[in-house]
């Protein structure tokens, strides 16, 4: 079974700082999810990436296959960003997805 | 607007009553799913359906009973549920089932149901 484990759990920031969030997997995967899910409960899938890294505006995510371990990086953070971002794992056998405990974000002005 | 619509948005019932959320996808997927969200836990897969056809239920307790009468809908039927299940229930879905993609394949997500069970 899949464990995939977030951190940090809370974060606060400054408008204008870059904001890391880290997600490890514990077994091999086919792809790896950036969700971000706002008060309402919606979710919205940022990125799906296997490999490498891809950016979005100010979003970039990374993965590192071999060391099991992908970064949500956030640039010129925002009050609007907001939010909590879950990592979560598809593969490994499982037919859903393996999900983090997520990291709430609140950026300050 | 994720192209997922789920209804209601907020339920609140009784132990005994019998109720239903429902789910609504426009995207052509082929794979759907029922998430539970309860608070301090992370999203927990409950149903899987592939082409109407269920794929996985992950143990989930028969007071919670999935129907998926075709490729575009998904019900999940709520009946005498305890407090504790009192969540926001997510459905989803995407092109194929998460397990068997080889490409690309972004899973959507409903705005959820937030259900009180008093």
């Known amino acids: 079974k899949n464990e995939v484990e977030q951190s940090p759990q809370n974060l606060t920031a400054q408008e204008g700082e870059f904001i890391t969030i880290n997600c490890s997997y514990s077994v091999g995967i086919s792809a790896l999810h950036w969700l971000q899910q706002h008060p309402g409960g919606g979710i919205v899938s940022l990125f799906m990436l296997s490999s490498g890294k891809k950016k979005h505006g100010r979003l970039i995510a990374t993965i590192n296959i071999q060391e099991k371990h992908s970064s949500l990086h956030i640039t010129a953070s925002h009050p609007r960003d907001s939010a909590v971002y879950i990592c979560?794992?598809?593969?490994?056998?499982?037919?859903?997805?393996?999900f983090g405990k997520g990291t709430h974000l609140i950026i300050q002005p | 607007e994720t192209g997922v619509t789920q209804t209601p948005r907020h339920l609140v019932m009784g132990m005994t009553n019998k109720k239903s959320l429902k789910c609504e996808q426009h995207l052509g997927h082929n794979a759907m799913y029922w998430y539970k969200q309860s608070a301090k836990k992370p999203l927990e897969l409950m149903f899987v359906y592939s082409l109407e056809e269920r794929v996985e239920n992950n143990s989930v307790p028969s007071r919670f009973s999935p129907e998926c009468p075709n490729s575009s809908h998904l019900f999940l039927h709520l009946h005498t549920l305890q407090p504790e299940d009192s969540a926001l229930y997510l459905c989803?879905?995407?092109?194929?089932?998460?397990?068997?993609?080889?490409?690309?394949?972004?899973?959507?997500f409903g705005e959820g149901s937030w259900l009180t069970v008093v």
């Open positions: 989803a879905s995407s092109q194929q089932l998460v397990s068997r993609a080889a490409g690309p394949n972004t899973i959507y």
């Open positions: 979560a794992a598809s593969g490994g056998g499982a037919d859903g997805l393996t």
